[in-house]
């Protein structure tokens, strides 16, 4: 599938509706426009385009996904670099018993490599980060010294230097050419580091997607308004808002929109043309003002699937815009919306990025677990000292000031599904 205004991958629509139909009909009578979280999530990982690629100055690619390989352009070390501060000279001068040594010239670091003298008994003050003087086979820390005068030093006899003490040999970390970051690795300060000592000063990255959070509701108000009695100050979208941006993901757009269909439609289709990504919460279930699953139809974009067997966010729902658009609707209950973006949206965004599918982290749960019949569930945890997790002290789908007792929540599979109740299941920490 292609970004916005690009055509639509008619074997990815192929793939969709087969999928929908066979689990509907293995279905029978049992929600069968319900699937499974895991369906779900395996459907929405097939969805989104890979993210187009632009070149990005190294200091500002730092949480972007590198498209293009880096390969050192030397050898790294590029010399046989000194390790401690000290001083070079010859292992064989020590074996046959020399102690004290005529000190022939100094090498700082980021100074030209100088050469050993060939009088037996001579060395060279170097330091860290300084190139070994040739002739030069190891390194004798000043911590070893046990006496010195203008022009020579003693070491101690417990000192005993071998060839290649203290000296990193050049092109033992890599050979000139060898690649050193592989594409689809997310850039941290390992990465960024490893990039510049390479010489790259531009990297191929993937384009961050145009991403736009729209929360929906009559009963909404600015957060700097003070609230009637029927009416609620808007938080999700400030969450979710929050979260993708601490995730790598800054969203273009933040907003609310109506429930009117007519006030909605015409917002909606604009954001569909300028965005690659459509998170939605609110007006997604079966009410009589939840429009979002009509509306969205009628604009051509395709359902993927609505209605997932987990708990929170039973009513969440993705679909397809005509241009390979990924719209995310989820609940507009607080706990479910943030529920949904962590294990919905962020592994879908990180596949459209170029990242590799990532196995979630495992933690063990205590016998509190409490797994639910048919249905999969984001349970809020507390970890502990001992890296094991134990429910949080939270309340509903509503409860978004109980999450703050939370440091993540852990994916329990349906009652009857779970092989031992101790043990590890998938954790997923709030951004």
Request: aromatic share 6%; charged share 20%; with cysteine.
């Amino acid at each position: 599938m292609a970004g916005v205004g690009g055509k639509v991958n008619r074997q990815a629509w192929s793939f969709i509706d087969d999928a929908n139909l066979a689990w509907r009909a293995s279905r029978g009578n049992e929600d069968p426009l319900m699937v499974s979280f895991h369906e779900a999530l395996e459907l929405l990982l097939k969805c989104p385009p890979l993210m187009a690629a632009e070149r990005c100055r190294l200091e500002d690619a730092a949480g972007r996904v590198l498209r293009k390989s880096v390969a050192a352009d030397r050898a790294v070390p590029a010399y046989d670099r000194v390790m401690m501060d000290g001083y070079a000279l010859r292992s064989a001068d020590w074996q046959v018993g020399r102690r004290s040594f005529r000190v022939t010239d100094s090498a700082p670091a980021g100074r030209a490599a100088v050469s050993l003298s060939a009088e037996i008994g001579t060395c060279v003050e170097v330091m860290t980060g300084a190139p070994c003087p040739s002739g030069a086979d190891c390194i004798v820390p000043v911590e070893e010294v046990i006496g010195s005068d203008p022009g020579s030093v003693k070491f101690a006899e417990s000192a005993a230097p071998v060839a290649g003490r203290f000296i990193h040999r050049a092109g033992s970390d890599a050979a000139a050419g060898q690649i050193l970051l592989e594409s689809g690795v997310l850039l941290g300060s390992r990465e960024i580091g490893v990039a510049a000592s390479c010489g790259a000063a531009w990297l191929e990255v993937s384009r961050v997607p145009r991403i736009a959070v729209i929360a929906t509701g009559d009963k909404l108000v600015a957060v700097d308004e003070f609230p009637a009695p029927h009416q609620i100050r808007q938080s999700n979208a400030h969450s979710l808002a929050a979260a993708l941006k601490l995730g790598g993901y800054p969203p273009r757009r933040v907003g609310v929109l109506s429930d009117e269909v007519s006030a909605a439609r015409p917002v909606i289709e604009e954001l569909l043309a300028t965005h690659d990504w459509l998170v939605l919460t609110g007006a997604v279930s079966k009410g009589a003002r939840d429009f979002v699953p009509t509306l969205l139809a009628e604009l051509g974009c395709r359902e993927v699937f609505h209605g997932v067997a987990q708990r929170p966010g039973k009513p969440a729902g993705c679909w397809l815009g005509p241009g390979g658009q990924v719209v995310m609707a989820l609940p507009g209950n607080p706990v479910s919306a943030l529920t949904g973006l962590h294990a919905f949206v962020f592994p879908a965004l990180a596949v459209a990025s170029g990242l590799p599918r990532l196995s979630a982290r495992r933690v063990v749960m205590d016998d509190r677990a409490m797994p639910l019949p048919g249905f999969t569930r984001h349970l809020p945890v507390t970890l502990r000292a001992d890296g094991r997790a134990e429910p949080a002290a939270t309340g509903n789908s509503g409860d978004f000031i109980g999450l703050l007792n939370s440091d993540g929540f852990v994916t329990l599979p349906p009652r009857g599904e779970m092989s031992a109740i101790s043990a590890a299941f998938p954790f997923t920490p709030w951004l």
